[in-house]
């Protein structure tokens, strides 16, 4: 199943910007990052799962905010992507340089 991840760490101490920094790692090894604070993760209900938990015991639920939408294995329906960045296809073949 596809999931968008979104986040909103607060930034303006010290702690926050260490909070943001492992997010985005969490979330790297999860999926893509398709905006600055968001990712498109292709898993599976356990991966999910896991994802979740970690991030929830990172971010500080008085000050941070994290937003997971569920679009399902039917994901391709609901993505558009019009503008500058390329989008990408979670479950085609990745090229590194």
Same mark, same amino acid.
């Given at each position: ?8 760490? @607060?930034?303006?101490?010290? &702690? ?8 985005? #790692? ?5 999926? $893509?990052?398709? $905006? ?7 898993? &599976? %209900?356990? $991966? !999910?799962? $896991? ?5 929830? #015991?990172?971010? +500080? ?18 993505? @558009?992507?019009?503008?500058? #960045? %390329?989008?990408? +296809? %979670?479950?085609?073949?990745?090229? !590194?340089?």
């Amino acid at each position: 199943m596809l999931v968008l991840v979104t986040y909103d760490v @607060e930034t303006s101490t010290t &702690d926050g910007k260490r909070r943001l920094r492992e997010v985005a #790692k969490i979330c790297v090894n999860y999926g $893509q990052r398709v $905006q600055n604070s968001v990712f498109e993760c292709l898993v &599976d %209900p356990v $991966q !999910f799962k $896991q994802l979740k938990a970690r991030l929830v #015991k990172v971010i +500080d639920e008085e000050r941070d905010s994290l937003r997971f939408y569920l679009l399902g294995s039917k994901w391709k329906r609901r993505v @558009e992507h019009i503008g500058a #960045k %390329p989008g990408y +296809d %979670p479950e085609g073949l990745l090229l !590194f340089e």
